[in-house]
Antibody
Framework: EVQLVESGGGLVQPGRSLRLSCAAS????????MNWFRQAPGKGLEWVGF??????????EYAASVKGRFTISRDDYRRIAYLQMSGLRTEDTAVYFC??????????????WGQGTLVTVSS | QSVLTQPPSASGTPGQRVTISCSGS????????VNWYQQLPGTAPKLLIY???QRPSGVPDRFSGSKSGTSASLAISGLQSEDEADYYC???????????FGGGTKLTVL
């Protein structure tokens, strides 16, 4: 059974940093791109970014709203994807989800999601 | 302001058929396939339709999707109370090099 479990959320002051983790099980983690999404309170879904599998260079892409402030990385041995967030702003307050594509080729349909972790940016 | 445009709300009575529209542009829906997600309150999104009209295993055939040009739609037939949820369309955007979502449609079963 595929499982994704996010952790690391919490209350953080504006301008500070926070690292989220997404622990994966039940599939060959290294074969898949891993994505991060967020949902501000009462708002819709927003894609944050993703990291490709090593087979595709392990490179990353980010939404314009977080580019230069957020960094996604992966540890295939530990089966964990990370979202390092720096220079946090109040508008980054959201539930953050990690997501796995449907398949290694159908890379932008997200079949599996974690339960989410809440990040609150406030002084 | 979401890249894809959905109506903010939709409603229907049990047993009815409802449709939810999703409008985009040539850089997203016009050149890539559309996916639909269902999100119940307080839960993670669930993939409902992928590649315009395909259902993952476990999704009832009451749910169907279609795409034409730069628009797509989700249809739910035989509406049930448990279908009350938020529905999001999504597609890859070639200009943004990432997936984009609609703003979501809140479906109410009257």
């Amino acid at each position: 059974e595929v499982q994704l479990v996010e952790s690391g959320g919490g209350l953080v002051q504006p301008g500070r940093s926070l690292r989220l983790s997404c622990a994966a099980s039940g599939f060959s983690f290294g074969d898949y791109a891993m994505n991060w999404f967020r949902q501000a309170p009462g708002k819709g879904l927003e894609w944050v970014g993703f990291i490709r599998s090593k087979a595709y260079g392990g490179t990353t892409e980010y939404a314009a709203s977080v580019k230069g402030r957020f960094t996604i990385s992966r540890d295939d041995y530990r089966r964990i994807a990370y979202l390092q967030m720096s220079g946090l702003r109040t508008e980054d307050t959201a539930v953050y989800f990690c997501g796995r594509p449907y398949s290694t080729t159908l890379f932008h349909a997200f079949r599996f999601w974690g339960q989410g972790t809440l990040v609150t940016v406030s002084s | 302001q979401s890249v894809l445009t959905q109506p903010p709300s939709a409603s229907g009575t049990p047993g009815q058929r409802v449709t939810i529209s999703c409008s985009g542009s040539s850089s997203n829906i016009g050149s890539n396939t559309v996916n639909w997600y269902q999100q119940l309150p307080g839960t993670a999104p669930k993939l409902l339709i992928y590649s315009n009209d395909q259902r993952p295993s476990g999704v009832p055939d009451r749910f169907s999707g279609s795409k034409s040009g730069t628009s797509a739609s989700l249809a739910i037939s035989g509406l049930q109370s448990e279908d009350e949820a938020d529905y999001y369309c999504a597609a890859w955007d070639d200009s943004l090099n990432g997936p984009v979502f609609g703003g979501g449609t809140k479906l109410t079963v009257l």
